[in-house]
């Protein structure tokens, strides 16, 4: 079966820039979508089609996705920021998550 | 406005089944499939399958085989995912997520507010 593989975590300080992979086999061929999730609350899509925002997310969120690895950049990182990030794709009909990295902003 | 609603936390003894509900309003129902993800306290995101609502066709993740069953009631424009023969490692917080019908390019771009379910002897 397909697998995604991410960070476990990844720390940054506010206003620099945060970058999570995601890497899997010939990722750049597929499609990569990035939610958010902070602690109590249901994941939010930031990133759709590798590096598109949907309305309301923020110009600092932004995604590429080549080769093997996709990537989520924030710019200007914010402490409302820190959250767990998980990174999807579709293999075939099904879908696959990614582990999910815990980003802390410090 | 648009949203899913879930039902509310359920808690179960090992080998009995749940139901959860999750209705859609603010957006034609018809127009989206609907996943459903689970995620145990402190772990990750885990697919669990999808339903079409316009055919009721579904894919189920391999590791649900057998025991999920995902339907829907497009009269009242809900979704229902089904698990059975629970046990305590099922105990996790339920989504379901809308994503544009038959899109592969389309995220998971609203996801309803979650439903703990508990197994518990």
């Known amino acids: 079966s397909y697998e995604l593989t991410q960070p476990p975590s990844v720390s940054v300080s506010p206003g620099q820039t945060a970058s999570i992979t995601c890497s899997g086999d010939?990722?750049?061929?597929?499609?990569v979508f990035w939610y958010q999730q902070k602690p109590g609350q249901s994941p939010v899509l930031v990133i759709y089609q590798d590096g598109k925002r949907p309305s309301g997310i923020p110009e600092r969120f932004s995604g590429s996705n080549s080769g093997n690895t996709a990537t989520l950049t924030i710019s200007g990182t914010q402490a409302m920021d820190e959250a767990d990030y998980f990174c999807q794709a579709w293999d075939s009909s099904l879908v696959v998550f990614g582990g999910g990295t815990k980003l802390t902003v410090l | 406005q648009v949203q899913l609603v879930q039902s509310a936390a359920e808690v179960k003894k090992p080998g009995a089944s749940v139901k959860v509900s999750c209705k859609a309003s603010?957006?034609?129902?018809?127009?989206?499939?609907f996943n459903w993800v689970r995620q145990a306290t402190g772990q990750g995101l885990e697919w669990m399958g999808w339903m079409n609502p316009n055919s009721g066709n579904t894919a189920y993740a391999q590791n649900f085989q057998g025991r999920v069953t995902m339907t829907r009631n497009t009269s009242i424009s809900t979704a229902y995912m089904e698990l059975s023969s629970l046990r305590s490692e099922d105990t996790a917080v339920y989504y379901c997520a809308r994503v544009q019908i038959g899109s592969r390019s389309h995220g998971m771009d609203v996801w309803g507010q979650g439903t703990t379910v508990t197994v518990s002897s």
């Open positions: 010939k990722l750049g061929d597929k499609y």
């Open positions: 603010g957006f034609t129902f018809t127009s989206y499939d």
